[in-house]
């Protein structure tokens, strides 16, 4: 059974950072192409970031050079290091794969931005 677990959410000052992890199991990750997502309640999911399996990375446009998503194939784990937070991005932060045409998510870690 595959599962996706996210860590490292908490509450951060405006211009703060976060080091988000997606532990993953049941998959063969250094295969897996690994994606962040959030959410604010009420909203969309949108995009963040996204790491391919040979490790080539893009960003959605308002990460703006803040955010760096990675991956440590010994550990199976996905990470996001997120700089120069701002209150707006204050939601749940998603790991995400796809795994045989089927998505794949965890349960999220939640982001508080304070002003």
């Known amino acids: 059974q595959v599962h996706l677990v996210e860590s490292g959410g908490g509450l951060v000052q405006s211009g703060g950072a976060l080091r988000l992890s997606c532990a993953t199991s049941g998959i063969r990750f250094s295969l897996a192409h690994m994606n962040w997502y959030r959410q604010v309640p009420g909203k969309q999911r949108e995009f963040v970031a996204r790491i391919t399996s040979n490790g080539t990375t893009s960003y959605s446009g308002f990460v703006k050079g803040r955010f760096t998503i990675s991956r440590d194939n010994t550990r199976n784990t996905a990470q996001l290091q997120m700089n120069l937070l701002e209150p707006g991005e204050t939601a749940f932060y998603y790991c995400?794969?796809?795994?045989?045409?089927?998505?794949?998510w965890g349960r999220g870690t939640l982001v508080t931005v304070s002003s």
């Open positions: 995400n794969t796809n795994l045989k045409g089927r998505d794949i």
